[in-house]
């Protein structure tokens, strides 16, 4: 064990770990590992900063290289009562691409067997109060802002790809809104949003794929029945031309 002395007022002390510096060649590494097992179970690696009774508790932060601009990996600081954030930042580039951001579920090798998924899941509100009870969190899916003043300077493009297969049928794309126990279910949305100041608003487009040998895929519109209430309508309408020019078809 490696401790440092304990402070009733102040802070105790600090320890620190890290390999020399190098003029031309590379410094050295740090390897923190528990040791492995033949038949039983290999240790834990617990990093973990002290829990604070009334005061704030401290943030754990993995960076890579520059203190600016590196990749970071933040868990953040607390206070009682208090969740903490995690923010994981890929560093900033002034000479390239801006770095990417990976995440990817384990692979399944052995036969009969399916790779792992990934989950991103707004957190929870569980408060069961019946007046204002607790609201779950949102999930944000945002292409990066193209910053630039030129019309070749895009925005970043949001790609939702299913599976591919090479046997059976490819994996498929579900767009679902939320149940209610109670009330109405969710609401889904697809739109394209205003122009700027020139140029047209984006197009929607509803296609199915082109078949070799078998059918293509049917483009299917319907609105659910209702009970005891009216059954909903299907609306299609053309855009308004409100100064010279046409309306949409």
Same mark, same amino acid.
């Given at each position: 064990?490696?401790?440092? #002395?304990?402070?009733?007022? =102040? +802070?105790?002390? $600090?320890? /620190?770990?890290?390999? *020399?510096?190098? &003029? @031309?060649?590379?410094? %050295? ?46 868990? #953040?600081?607390?206070?009682? =009562? +208090?969740?903490? $954030?995690? /923010?994981?930042?890929? *560093?900033?580039? &002034? @000479?390239?691409?801006? %770095? ?57 493009? /949001? ?10 049928? %490819? ?79």
């Amino acid at each position: 064990s490696y401790l440092t #002395g304990n402070a009733t007022a =102040g +802070h105790s002390g $600090d320890m /620190l770990y890290m390999t *020399g510096n190098v &003029t @031309t060649g590379r410094s %050295g590494n740090i390897t923190i590992e528990t040791g492995a097992s033949t038949t039983g179970e290999t240790g834990n690696v617990l990093i973990s900063s002290g829990q604070s009774a009334t005061g704030v508790s401290g943030s754990i932060t993995f960076r890579a290289g520059d203190k600016e601009k590196g990749s970071i990996f933040n868990f #953040g600081a607390s206070i009682p =009562g +208090h969740a903490t $954030d995690i /923010l994981m930042q890929v *560093g900033v580039d &002034t @000479t390239n691409d801006g %770095g990417d951001l990976i995440m990817g579920a384990g692979t399944a090798s052995t036969a009969g067997f399916t790779g792992g998924d990934v989950h991103l899941t707004g957190g929870s509100g569980t408060s069961t109060d019946a007046v204002d009870g607790g609201d779950g969190g949102d999930v944000f899916i945002n292409g990066g802002e193209g910053s630039g003043a030129g019309t070749s300077d895009l925005g970043g493009d /949001l790609f939702f790809t299913a599976g591919k297969a090479n046997g059976g049928k %490819g994996g498929n794309v579900v767009l679902k809104s939320g149940e209610s126990t109670m009330s109405g279910s969710g609401d889904v949305t697809v739109e394209t949003v205003d122009a700027g100041a020139i140029g047209p608003s984006g197009t929607l487009f509803f296609n199915t794929g082109d078949s070799t040998q078998g059918q293509s895929g049917d483009l299917i519109a319907s609105v659910g029945a209702a009970t005891l209430g009216e059954g909903g309508a299907i609306r299609m309408t053309s855009g308004e031309a409100k100064s010279t020019g046409f309306n949409g078809d």
